[in-house]
């Protein structure tokens, strides 16, 4: 399936991260997926969000990602441990990036599922 191999590098990573913020940015039907997502990788040095369902697959895009059709959360949380750590839940740091993401969803009209947890750069 095409949109489906698990990346490889932490620069294809980075090219995902960029490329669904700027898929947020011009209004894509991404945006009505938001709500969805658990598991969400911060890189400080953009100062961007992704999740791990969008990021975790080469080359994504709105278009290929297809609202999550055949991708699996499981596949792309392995491959992302390579680069990303998991914060503590409630932990003074998953606290302040948490509120970055509720700032950012809620730009969109959107609230961070009860459940999500933020995965930061090693």
Same mark, same amino acid.
């Given at each position: 399936?095409?949109?489906?191999?698990?990346?490889?590098?932490?620069?294809?990573?980075?090219? @995902?991260?960029?490329?669904?913020? !700027?898929?947020?940015?011009?209004?894509?039907?991404?945006?009505?997926?938001?709500?969805?997502?658990?598991?969400?990788? #911060?890189?400080? /040095?953009?100062?961007?969000?992704?999740?791990?369902?969008?990021?975790? #697959?080469? @080359?994504? @895009?709105?278009?290929?990602?297809?609202?999550?059709?055949?991708?699996?959360?499981?596949?792309?949380?392995?491959? +992302?441990?390579?680069?990303?750590?998991?914060?503590?839940? /409630?932990?003074?740091?998953?606290?302040?990036?948490?509120?970055?993401?509720?700032?950012? +969803? @809620? /730009? #969109?009209? !959107?609230?961070?599922? /009860?459940?999500?947890?933020?995965?930061?750069?090693?």
């Amino acid at each position: 399936m095409e949109g489906a191999e698990l990346v490889t590098s932490i620069d294809e990573v980075i090219i @995902n991260v960029k490329q669904f913020n !700027k898929d947020l940015e011009e209004g894509t039907n991404v945006v009505s997926q938001l709500t969805m997502f658990k598991h969400w990788y #911060y890189i400080s /040095s953009l100062g961007m969000f992704g999740p791990s369902k969008y990021i975790g #697959y080469k @080359n994504m @895009n709105t278009f290929r990602y297809n609202r999550g059709k055949g991708k699996t959360g499981i596949d792309t949380e392995k491959v +992302l441990t390579k680069w990303f750590i998991k914060l503590p839940t /409630s932990s003074k740091d998953e606290n302040m990036y948490m509120d970055k993401l509720i700032g950012l +969803l @809620n /730009s #969109y009209d !959107k609230k961070v599922r /009860s459940n999500s947890c933020i995965h930061i750069l090693k």
